[in-house]
C-alpha cells in the first residue's frame, strides 16, 4: 500500500508517494535524496537519524513517513543559511566536536534545537538536552566545548 | 623546535562536508537501478543444512534474486586465514552465520523475502566456552583447519586456529629464583567495536565489466586483493572507490557482504547496497574477542618481577577469518608483559574455535583484555606484599636499553616519567574519604607500521594538491597529512588541498590502522613534498626569476607540457627503538549499599612524540579514554550458549554524554618518533589501561576485587556481601 | 517491515469503528517509538495501523476536581514541561522526564505507554504510587479503572479488542504529603530502570507520623506493583532506620523480579529495598516541608 504524502523539508514542498512501511529517514535519504540524517542503531536510540519535526527533535528511522504528512522537516541539510554554516556547525568545526562525522548530522541538529530553546545552556542542560546523540569517537568534551563555543558566540 | 602549521591549535577544517552533511558515506552513495541486498542468517549454533527452499522468495514481489551455495563458487574467504564459506553450504557454525542473499527493491522488501526462505537444519553437539573447547572429546568445528589457506601449522587441538608465543629467558627457572609466587585468572567480555555507521557497501559492475565498489572499508587495496581472491577475478578488474568511514576501530578491515553484493549485482544486473541493520552487526559482525587470561608472576623479596607467565584463551568464535595478522593471532597478546622488565617471560595466547560469532580486531587487538589481566595482577601483588602499587610498578618498569620479547630495543624510555605525571596530576598521594579510591594503570603501545604512496602536485593556481588513497575514517589522519605537506612547503594551510582517490590511481596502500597513518602516510608525505619543493626550486631557478610565485612555476611548465608533481611510497619498517607509553589514574567512589561505581575523575597521561594537529590529537586520547571507560563499566554483548541477547544498540550500553568523567591529560611530549617531524602515534594509546586503572580504584575504594569485565554495580555488591560474611564472626564464635 | 494498511481517523468514533472492522489485525499506533521499533524487528506485523495523530480532543492536560487529567495523546514531552503538572504535581513531571531521551519523549504518549504495559516503563510506576484511574472507550462505551486493575501482565492490560486508552487521571496529593521517584540506574544514564520506585507519603496533623503511605515499583514483577504489605507497616510511625529497614525487606517479600540485563532477579530484589528506604526517606523530607508549609 502507498500514499502520497506531502512533506515540507528544510522549506521545500515535496509530494512524495510512499509504501506505508518507509520510514521518514529513508523517505528522506532516498525518495528525496538528503543523505545526511544518517541510520545507525535502527532502533531510535543512538540519533544519528535525528530531524526537527515542526522544530522538535525525533528519531527519523522509528517514525513513519506517512506520520509526518503534512508537517515540516528540519534536516542538517537546512542547517546552513546562503551557504554559510550554522554558528552550531562553525563550532563544531573549530572545535572538533566530531571526528568520523556520522553522528555528527544527528549532534548538529539537536545542538541547534538546543540553543534554540536554552541560549546560553549549563553543562548540566547540555548533557541533558544530548542524552539521545551518542558518539563513539570523540568521548563527548568536544561536543560539550563545541555547544560552549556556539552558545557564546551567538550572544549578543 | 616552532614550526608554523605543525603544532598549531587548528580546527578540525577537514569537517565542512560533515557537519553540513554533504560527505557522502558508503551507505549514502546511489546509483540508476540500484537494489537491495539482504542475508539470511543462522537460527542455530552448529547444524547441518538439510535443505533450503527459496521458491516462495523468489516469488514475492520486489524481488530480483535468491541466492544460495549452491549458486555460488566453492569459495573460502578471510583476511589471512581462509576458513569462512561466502554461505554457508552444508554446515553452519554460529548464529547468525549468512545462509542465503537476497535482491529486492527495497530493504523492507528483500527482508521479507528472507523470512520467506525455508530452511531444514539438524542440530551438531556444539561449544561455547574457550576452555572447554579444547578439552578432549569437544565437539569439533572445523574438519582440518590446518588445510585451509593461511592456517598456522601449529594445531594442539583441532580447536586451535593459532597459538602465539612471547618468550624471554627460561620462565620455569625464573620461576624457581622467586621469592614468592603470584597466580591469577581474569576474564573480558564480548564487546563491539561500536562504530554508529554499521557494515556498508555498494557493489556495481560497469559497462567495461569491471567491478566498480564503494564500501566502509579502511584498507582498500587490501579489500581489492580480497575480492579478487573472493570473486576469482584478476585485481585490475575490480576499482575501489573511497568514502569516508563513519568509524572504524578495527572492525572494517574484511569483504563482510561484499562478495555477496557482487553475485547479487551479477544475477540482477543491477548496482547492490547492502547495509547490516545493528542487530547483524551484533550477530555477526567481528567485534573483540572475549578472554580468559591467567598470569602467574614470581618476584623477589623486593617486589623485583623474576618471571612470568601468561596463558590467554581468546575466544575466537566459528571462524578465524576475520583476523588479519600474520600469525592469526592477537598481537596484543605481548601486552602480557605490560610495561616490565621480566628476565624470564613466557607468553602463551591461543586463538579458539568455538559456536559462537567470530571476532576480529578491535582498537589495539586484544590489548584491553591483557593489560586489563595484567595491571589488575599487578596491583593484587602489590596489597600482597604491602607495597604502594606505584611504587612496585616503579620497581619494574621498563628503562633505555631493555629489549623486549619481539626484539624490540628501546631508546627514550620515558615509562617514569609518564608514571609520575599521571600520579602527581590525579593527587595521588592526597588523602580520600571513605568509599572513595585511586587506581592506577600503565600501558604502552608501538608505532604503527605499513606502507603508503602520497603524490604531491602544484596547480596552476599556487595551490597544492595531495593526493592518497588512504580512507578517512574520522582520525583527522587527512587534516595532518596536510599540515605535514603545508609545513614542508612552507605554504599557508588552506593552500594545501587533500584529494582522496580510488585504487586505480596507485599501486597499494596498507590502509588505516594500528595507529600508523599519521607515521606511515606523514612519511610519504613528508617526502613526497621534499622532491616536490626541489623541483620547485629547480623551475625557478630556470626561469632566472627567485621570487616567482609558484602559480607562475607551475604555468611556466604548464605552457612547456609539464606537470610539476612527485610522489613518494614509503614502507615503514618496524621502529624498534621508540614506543609510547600510557599511565593513567582512576578516582572512583563506590556506593556501599549499591556497588554503584562512579569514576569521580580520571587522569591520562602519555608520551608522545611532536603532536601535529593538537585538536585532532586531544580528540583521539579522549575518544579512546571514553571506550575504554565504556569497556571497564558497561559495555557487553552478552551471549549465553551462542545466542546473542544484545540485540539492540540500546542494549550494548556505549557510554552516553552523561557517563564521561572529568578527564585530566597530561602530555609528555619528545620530538623522537619515526613519523613526520618526529612525531609517534597516539589513536591506541588511551583506551587499554582504562580498565584496570578503574579496577584497581574500586578495589582501593571499597577492597572488593573484581576479575571480569564489564565492573558492574552488581558485582561489586555481591563481592562486598561475599566480604562482609567472610569477615564476620562465626556463629560458633560469637556464642562462646 | 511488512506491508500494511494505514489509517488516520479524524475522531475518536472513526477510530473505534476502523478498530472494529479489522479486529485483531490492526494496532493503534499513537507516537510509534515503541510499536514501530517492534515492527522494524519483524516482533510484530500488523495488518493495519490505526493512526490516532489526527483524533481531536485527546491532548488536553487539564485540572479537573482536585485532580490532573491528561489526555492520551499527550506526548511524555508535554507532560514534563506542563507548568500545570510541575506546578501540581511536579513528581509526575520529573518521571516523565527521565524517560528515555528528549526525541522518545516528543512522540511517545501517555496513553501509548499505558497500553503498552512493559513493566520497565518509568510513569506507570508514579501513576499507580499516586492512585492514577485510566479512562477508556470502546464499543461498548466509557469505562475506568485503576491502573492495578487495568495492567494485567507483561506486555498485557485489561483493554478488550476495539478499545482505546482516552485518558488518565491523577489525583493530587493530599496536604501535608511529599512523592518522589527513584530511577536506579547503575550503568547508563540511558536505560530502563533496574529497579524504580515512586513513594508517597501523607503525614498525620502533628506533621511527623505518617497517615498514609503509597509505595510502587517498576521493574520488579511483570506489571507496576504496589507494595502494600510494606506501606501497611508505615502507618502511625515516625521515619527511622529500623522502620525503613522493615519496610525495605516486607517490600523485598512482594517483588518478583525478572533477570535481564539491568540485573539478576537477586540483585534487583536487594535494591528493591535500598531503593524504597531511600525513596521514603525522600518523600518523608518533601512531606514535612510540606506540613511545615515551607516548600
Redesign the interface.
Known sequence: MTRVIRLTVNGTSHDVEVPTYRTLLDCLRYDLGLTGSKEGCGVGVCGACTVLLDGKMISSCIALAVFADGRAVTTVEGLAEDERLHPVQQAFVDSGGFQCGICTPGQVVSAKALLDAIPNPSDAETREWMLGNLCRCTGYYKIIESIRAAAQRSRP | MAHRVVGKPI???D???????????S??V?LPGLVWGKTLRSPLPHARILRIDTSRAKALAGVLAVLTARDLPNILVGRRMFDMPLLARDRVRFIGERVAAVAAL???IA??AL?LIDVEYEDLPAVFDPVEAIKDGAPILHDDPGAYEGAPPERPHPNVQSVLRFKLGDVEAGFREADRVFEHTFRTQLAH??????HAGVVAIDEDGRVQVWASNKMPFRLKELLSLALQLPPAQIRVNLT??????GGKGSVMDLPLAYHLARATGRPVKM?M???EELMAGNPRHPAVITLRTGVDKDGRIVARRVRALFNSGAYAAFKPAPSVNLGGAGMGAGVYRIPHLLIESFCVYSNNIPCGHARSPGEPQMVFAGESHMDMIARELALDPAELRRRNLLRDGDVLANGHHLEHVRAGDTLEAALKASNWSEPKGPWIGRGAAMTHRHIGVGFTNARVRLETDGTVTLSVALP?????AHLVLRQVVAEVLGLPLDEVEIEVVTTDDFTTDSGVGGSRVTHTGGRAAYHAAEKLREQIGAEAARLGAPATSLAAIAQAAAREGRTLEATHFYDAKAHGSVTSFTAQVAEVSVDP????VTVRRFTTAHDVGTIINP??H??QI??????GLGYA??EEV?TEDGRI???????V????????PP?TTVILEDPVGPGPFNAKAIGEGSISAVAPAIANAVADACGARILDLPI???KV??ALRAKAKAQAPSVKERQS | MNAFEYRVPRALDEALTVLREYGEDARVVAGGTALVTMMRQQLVRPGCLVSLRDVQGLDRIEAVNGALRLGALVTHREAEVSPLVRERLPVLAETFRRVATIRIRHMATVGGALAHADPNQDPPVTLLALGARVEIRGAGGRRELSLGEFFCDYYETALVPGELVTAVTVPLLSASSGATFLKFLPRSADDYATVAVAATVALEPDGERCREARIALGSVGVTPLRARVAEALLSGQRLGESVLRAVGEAAKGEVDPLSDHRGSAEYKREMTAVMVGRALTQAWEAARRSARGTL
Open positions: 580546527g578540525r577544517l569537517g565542512i562536508e560533515k557537519v553540513s552533511g554533504e560527505a557522502r558515506y551507505g549514502d546511489t527495497d530493504p523492507d527482508e521479507e523470512a567495536q561500536g562504530y554508529l555507521e554499521p569516508p568511514i563513519g568509524g572504524d576501530f547495509i541493520r545493528y542487530t578517512d575514517t574520522g582520525t583527522g549499599q549499591t556497588g554503584q585538536i585532532g586531544q580528540g579522549e575518544g579512546g579514554f571514553v571506550q563499566l558497561m552478552k541477547s544484545t540485540l539492540s544498540l540500546g542494549d550500553k556505549l557510554p552516553t554524554i552523561q557517563d564521561i578527564l558492574t554495580a552488581e555488591y555481591f
